[in-house]
């Protein structure tokens, strides 16, 4: 199949309730805040990562040839670049054997006398995810499972944190340009938005479960280079002055304002394919995403 030809931008919005959609190691593992506007962030590692498991879940595990993830662990314990390139001869091999270097791009370790390396970029890329609005942030303690020596009486304590209620946001573009350098397919891309989907989905640990879906678009250019941007600050809350945050639990607590995307969509249509979208039947829309 041949490299993808179109431009494209990703919209992504999921949401999260009483869970840690990313925490930040180096302070605690508290969620990731904004400091002015205590909007919650996610990076795109993280989402990448979400990625990458569903996809390592569906059969990109290296157990059948030129079907593999690059960024993974083997046998169940993380590895170096070193040892992952080992499973790799060449730059040719390297594109053809792994998605996310084809999607993502890759920095391939040195290997044999000649310490050949490949830095590639990947086609598609995606920026900080944040909050559409200020999330509450809580401070848990509990009990852990065990006691903190052999004749104690009392167990250890443990505390947490979380966020009462977030949507997130992604934007990302697919670059056609990178994607000759990588191989990235069509079918890659179809790949990549069903793992968008569901391994957000299916995140189940005990500190992400909470995530759900709720608004996937994917829009096709017509015209080369282009594409709109800033899609996520399209993007409101109807009758946005009476929504305090504080009191929103549930996606069904407020309804998302689609009347400036929709707006530009309109607008820049003669060089708009195509527009993909997949919505969650519990999230109410001020009207529905334009599409052509």
Partial sequence: MSTITQRSEI???????????????????????HEATRTCL???????????????????DGSTPDKDVFIRDEEGMPVTGAKRAESYDDREEFTRKFIDVR????????????KLTFNLTGPVQFGMG??????????????GAFATKDDAQQKTFR????????LIGFHGVINEQAARHTGATDADVSELME???????????????GHM?????????????????????R????????????????????VLDTGKLNEVLAGNAGKIAAVHVRKDDRLRLSAPIFTK
């Fill in 103 to 114: 999607l993502f791009g890759g920095v391939s370790a040195p290997k044999g006398k000649k």
């Fill in 159 to 166: 505390e947490e944190y979380n966020i009462t209620y977030g």
């Fill in 235 to 254: 993007l409101g809350f109807q009758n946005e002055e009476n929504i305090d945050f504080k009191e929103v639990t549930d996606v069904e607590d407020y």
């Fill in 11 to 33: 919209l992504f919005l999921y949401d999260c309730k009483n869970c840690n959609p990313n925490g930040d190691p180096n302070n605690g593992n508290q969620p990731r805040l």
């Fill in 195 to 209: 793992a968008i989907w569901a391994g957000t989905k299916g995140l189940l640990s005990r500190s992400k479960k």
């Fill in 42 to 60: 996610v990076t795109d590692v993280r989402l990448k990562r979400t990625i990458r498991d569903y996809l390592i879940e569906k059969g990109y």
């Fill in 130 to 143: 944040t909050s559409l609005h200020p999330v509450e942030m809580n401070y848990l303690k509990g009990t």
């Fill in 213 to 233: 879906p709720r608004l996937l678009v994917k829009i096709d250019y017509s015209e080369p280079m282009f594409f709109i941007g800033d899609l996520m600050e």
